[in-house]
């Protein structure tokens, strides 16, 4: 596994190829879009979706939490798929999150999803995160932003490559704004070159596409007049 | 007995008709009671045939109330035999109502039906899968007598098929008299077919009726002037030559095997067309309104020809067509003679077809399809069994309408042939699957959707569920699709692919609905464009485009190419490439396997002749290349074409006998398999079938990001955690046969055991140029998976510092390929 550093606002970041963000200067994990109980949300409208999303979510996280053995966990909202989300966890499911949330520094960033607290979960709700010189939030404010983390959007990239295409989230990173693609396991993407992702980075950036071990970067070209 | 009574004598002998032997088989068969499959060529009256016994049924007891059902797999042929059933009916002044039922009838006609049924009700199978889902199911079909099957052999062995049998096997609950009459066009596998329309799936309960044979066809072959492509399968070379055949006949359809295929080269014979011929284009991606535009224009005569795809394949008779042409490759007999069928829609006149190879392999499939056309050796595979997704759309479907106990429900569904082998676990693992997901996980006990009662009846739990569940029938599933429209309130033309669509750039050109367009925006669920427009037009691919060619042309073309004596009535052109490959390597031999090595370059490339079809090449070389790494000989890529895999690596391949052995559908196959994007395709589709995922409506991308979850990541979840839920193993059943052909490479790899003909040679063989052609031009992939092409993408745009991520588009576009001009860069 192969991190790939960058650095935002001055401050120097790894970028996990899971999907994740770690600070090493402060010690924190930065994570976006977790949509935990999103399966269950689903069934309630009547699509009986496997029933194990929260359980694979959560696998990655504690993964990341083991590898980077972090002091505070950030999320950047939407960690719940709906205000009701955290009241349906399976027993085990909340157990795990308990316990992941005890044994560290939580800061739960709300999210257009969740924009109460998760009833029963340790950690500090707040609407936006301040850190020395980065801004943690959910959803990126438009126009220029020095140091700000943002989720929301669930980046991810195409590449075509001899015919072949491969599409995967990714982040997005123009040295002033970094985006963080969605880590739920029922999480879509959202193009990088939709309008809606591409005015937020109008000089272009790169992305980082999320690979087996590692991370693959590409140039995000500035987007062309339509 | 079993003449015509009055007054259908009289009007037989108004129109100057004979009773044919097979109508009045099939009309002794209907006195007694008895279901009846009747094989008869295109034009043999086999539909009048088929309605006969019922009309002269209502005729003598007039009476409300359904009589006859008739099912086409066509709107269209239901509407047009509704027009055909009246003039008999109006001339004799029956008393007889009909009605046609599809998803274009306005609901208020709908409603009417529902409540005063008519005695002929022409319909689709998904018109009937929802007809009998309704609580009023039951009273409707009650009084019913007869069901009439049209083109059974298209529906049999699909899953609109799997479908139809299932409601089928619902009415004769419903309705335990009727009758059913089966119409099909002359198949290889008789007996599949007759259990198909057996009430109780026994083929030997059905009376088996041939008409008598058309006149045989004529079949020939149009080369283009000067040089043979050695490889391209558009045949836009031969523009001049398909012109000149449209100019000398009154009416031709020109079928080719792609709808990108039809718009190209529909553009290119209006390039040629000085006499301004009429020519019009038809494929099943246009307007309904523009395809019924066309349709009518043939009808009336007003066409000079029809550039056309599969959507003019079954059915109507046009009447006036007296010339076929098929350009590119036949690909199977069946589906030529059926495609030849659609001239001289007369049994008694020989019908007029044309087939126009567009490169040299194409020139031996052709000559392979006319000699078994001649033969009569018709091709297709025996009807697989049915899928569990359709399946568990039905039973859902059956709770819908009333409550039912399981164990009638079993019963009922196995006498449907499809399922007629359906094991008690796999009925309960649908079972389980509509009422919870059938998860091993016990979870979402509040929102089951079927319950159960105190007599252990299963009831659907809430109408809402219902209500969602009836927008959801058919088994049809359609990439996102996108309307094309002339400016905001002009014209629709058709739908493209959402995909497609999001490639386009503001200004961009593209051939669509035989016009030039130029893109100018994308609003919400259209695509709007202008007239005209510069620079090189893009064409859209539909996915599923191709069919691969069947086996049993494959045994032809490979019967021909090991028997030299067969060679003298190829064009000259071939016979010298055949004649120069035997004298620098040998020739693929009938029953082995011959693989050539060779150098070029810096890399190896490895032919192998296997002759298995497109999409088992396309298994085959992902295994292939997955092997050749192990052995270490770092492959690089493959391509596949219908006849011949190629693969390149670093270091030359060896041991190829080893390469091929049966293993390599073992342990690599589960490794692959498991990643494919193959699976992954073949898993949304049966997720949508079985109603896990809705329906995706196209358009609103970011809505619906939010309201429904890509099946890819319900895949993954599903994989890891239960991988032997039932939507799994029906993916992996449909994944067999459908795109990955697994079936096709293990029959092969049998066949060839031992049998390995390996030839070293130090140069391309004329055999393998082709393929070396298509390199390139088909989606080649390096068999380390994805990963690896993004380390290759990520190396180019570091060492060229401009590579962006390519615009929204998927790799299923399939670029079209320019006739084999191209010199081979030896």
Redesign the interface.
């Given at each position: 596994m192969t991190p790939a550093p960058i650095h935002l606002a001055g401050e120097r970041l790894m970028l996990d190829p899971e999907g994740a963000l770690f600070w090493p200067a402060q010690r924190l994990l930065a994570v976006a879009d977790l949509h935990l109980e999103?399966?269950?949300a689903?069934?309630?409208r009547?699509?009986?979706?496997?029933?194990?999303?929260t359980?694979?979510t959560l696998d990655r996280l504690a993964a990341l939490l083991r590898r980077w053995q972090p002091e505070t966990l950030v999320a950047l909202g939407d960690s719940f798929h709906d205000a009701g989300g955290s009241a349906r966890l399976?027993p085990a499911d909340r157990a795990r999150l308990r316990a992941m949330a005890a044994a560290h520094r939580v800061v739960w960033v709300l999210g257009n999803h969740d924009p109460t607290p998760p009833e029963g979960i340790d950690g500090a709700a707040v609407d936006e995160l301040r850190l020395g010189r980065l801004r943690f939030c959910h959803q990126a404010r438009p126009g220029p932003a020095a140091g700000e983390l943002c989720g929301h959007h669930?980046p991810k990239?195409?590449?075509?490559?001899?015919?072949?295409?491969?599409s995967?989230p990714c982040f997005v990173c123009d040295g002033r704004r970094l985006m963080l693609p969605a880590l739920g396991?029922?999480?879509?993407?959202?193009?990088?070159?939709?309008a809606?992702i591409a005015a937020l980075f109008p000089r272009g950036g790169r992305?980082f596409?999320l690979?087996?071990?590692r991370l693959?970067?590409?140039?995000?070209?500035a987007r062309?007049a339509? | 007995m079993s003449d015509l009574p009055d007054p259908f004598a009289g009007w037989f002998a108004a129109q100057g008709w004979q009773l044919r032997a097979h109508q009045r088989a099939v009309m002794a068969a209907a006195q007694a009671g008895d279901s009846v499959l009747l094989i008869a060529p295109t034009g043999g009256g086999k539909t009048l045939g088929g309605f006969l016994p019922s009309l002269i049924d209502l005729a003598a007891h007039p009476r409300a109330g359904l009589h006859t059902l008739y099912v086409s797999p066509l709107k269209a042929l239901a509407a047009d035999i509704a027009r055909n059933l009246l003039r008999p009916v109006e001339a004799m002044r029956l008393a007889v109502s009909i009605a046609t039922r599809s998803g274009d009838t306005p609901a208020a006609e709908r409603r009417r039906q529902r409540a005063a049924p008519p005695n002929l009700l022409l319909t689709t199978p998904e018109s009937l899968a929802l007809l009998i889902t309704l609580p009023e199911a039951a009273a409707m079909f009650a009084p019913l007598a007869a069901i009439v099957i049209d083109e059974v052999h298209a529906l049999a062995g699909s899953k609109r098929g799997d479908q139809l049998a299932l409601a089928l096997a619902r009415l004769a609950a419903l309705a335990p008299a009727a009758r059913r009459i089966g119409l099909s066009a002359t198949v290889a596998h008789r007996a599949p077919l007759a259990a198909y329309v057996a009430p109780d799936g026994r083929a030997d309960s059905v009376r088996v009726i041939d008409a008598e044979p058309g006149a045989a066809p004529q079949i020939g072959m149009l080369l283009p002037r000067g040089r043979l492509p050695w490889a391209g399968h558009m045949g836009l070379f031969s523009a001049p030559e398909i012109l000149r055949c449209i100019a000398a006949a009154a009416m031709t359809i020109v079928f080719v095997n792609t709808r990108a295929q039809a718009e190209l080269l529909f553009q290119e014979l209006w390039k040629l067309n000085a006499a301004t011929l009429p020519i019009a284009i038809h494929h099943g991606s246009l307007e309904p309104e523009q395809r019924h535009k066309v349709e009518a224009a043939m009808a009336a005569g007003r066409l000079r020809a029809v550039v056309a795809t599969s959507s003019l394949d079954l059915g109507i008779d046009w009447g006036g067509v007296d010339q076929v042409l098929q350009v590119g490759a036949p690909k199977g007999v069946s589906r030529l003679l059926q495609r030849v069928g659609r001239a001289n829609h007369r049994m008694d006149e020989a019908s007029r077809a044309i087939l126009v190879p567009a490169n040299r392999f194409e020139v031996l499939e052709c000559e392979a399809a006319i000699l078994g056309a001649a033969a009569g050796e018709l091709d297709g595979e025996a009807p697989r069994p049915g899928g569990l997704d359709v399946l568990a759309q039905h039973v859902l479907g059956v709770a819908c309408a009333a409550p039912f106990l399981p164990d009638a429900l079993f019963a009922e569904v196995r006498r449907a042939a499809p399922y007629a082998a359906l094991t008690r676990r796999d009925f309960d693992d649908v079972l389980g699957f509509v009422q919870?997901?059938g998860?091993a996980?016990a979870?979402?006990e509040r929102?089951h959707?079927l319950f159960r009662d105190a007599e252990a009846r299963v009831h659907v739990r809430t109408e809402?569920?219902a209500r969602?569940h009836r927008m959801n029938i058919g088994t049809i599933v359609e990439e996102p699709l996108l309307k094309v429209r002339l400016g905001p309130r002009g014209a629709a033309l058709g739908e493209v692919e959402e995909y497609f669509a999001?490639m386009l750039?503001?200004g961009d050109t593209f051939i669509f609905a035989g016009r030039l367009l130029r893109f100018l925006?994308l609003r919400e669920t259209t695509v709007e464009v202008a007239e005209g427009g510069a620079g090189e037009a893009k064409v859209p691919a539909y996915a599923g485009g191709r069919m691969p060619m069947t086996t049993n042309l494959a045994d032809r073309v490979r019967g021909m190419l090991a028997d030299a004596a067969s060679w003298g009535g190829f064009p000259a052109p071939v016979q010298e490439w055949l004649m120069m490959q035997r004298a620098v390597s040998r020739l693929p031999g009938r029953g082995d396997l011959l693989v050539e090595t060779f150098p070029r370059g810096d890399r190896w490339y490895l032919v192998a002749y296997c002759f298995e079809g497109r999409n088992a090449h396309q298994t085959l070389g992902l295994l292939l290349t997955r092997r050749m790494e192990r052995f270490g000989f770092a492959p690089l890529?493959f391509v596949a074409t219908d006849y011949v895999l190629a693969a390149w690596s670093a270091h030359p391949p060896t041991d190829i006998a080893r390469l091929f052995e049966a293993d390599m559908l073992g342990d690599d196959l589960e490794a692959w398999l498991a990643e494919s994007s193959m699976l992954r395709r073949t898993f949304r589709n049966v997720a949508v079938i079985a109603g896990?995922?809705?329906r995706q409506a196209p358009g609103a991308?970011?809505s619906r990001?939010q309201v429904?979850?890509?099946s890819d990541?319900?895949y993954?979840?599903?994989r890891?955690?239960?991988p032997d839920?039932v939507l799994l193993r029906a993916t992996r059943a449909d994944a067999a046969g459908g795109l990955t052909d697994l079936g096709r490479i293990a029959a092969m790899l049998a066949r060839i055991k031992g049998r390995v003909r390996h030839m070293v040679l130090s140069r391309v063989s004329p055999l393998a140029v082709p393929v070396l052609l298509e390199i390139?031009?088909?989606?080649?992939?390096?068999s380390g998976g994805?990963?690896a092409?993004?380390?290759?993408?990520?190396l180019?745009?570091e060492a060229m510092?401009?590579?962006?991520?390519?615009?929204?588009?998927?790799?299923r576009q399939a670029?079209p390929d320019v006739p084999g001009q191209g010199r081979l860069p030896l």
């Open positions: 999103k399966g269950s689903a069934a309630a009547g699509a009986l979706l496997p029933p194990w999303d359980r694979a399976a669930h990239a195409r590449v075509e490559v001899r015919g072949a295409s491969v995967r396991a029922y999480t879509g993407g959202l193009d990088v070159r939709d809606a992305v596409l690979g087996r071990e693959f970067s590409f140039p995000y070209a062309r339509a | 919870d997901g998860y996980l979870a979402y929102h959707k809402r569920i969602q999001n750039t503001p925006r890529g896990l995922i809705e991308e970011k990001r429904t979850v890509n990541l319900i993954d979840v599903l890891r955690h239960q839920h390139g031009r088909e989606s080649v992939r390096n994805d990963d092409l993004l380390e290759e993408a990520a180019v745009a510092g401009e590579v962006a991520p390519a615009p929204r588009r998927s790799p670029l």
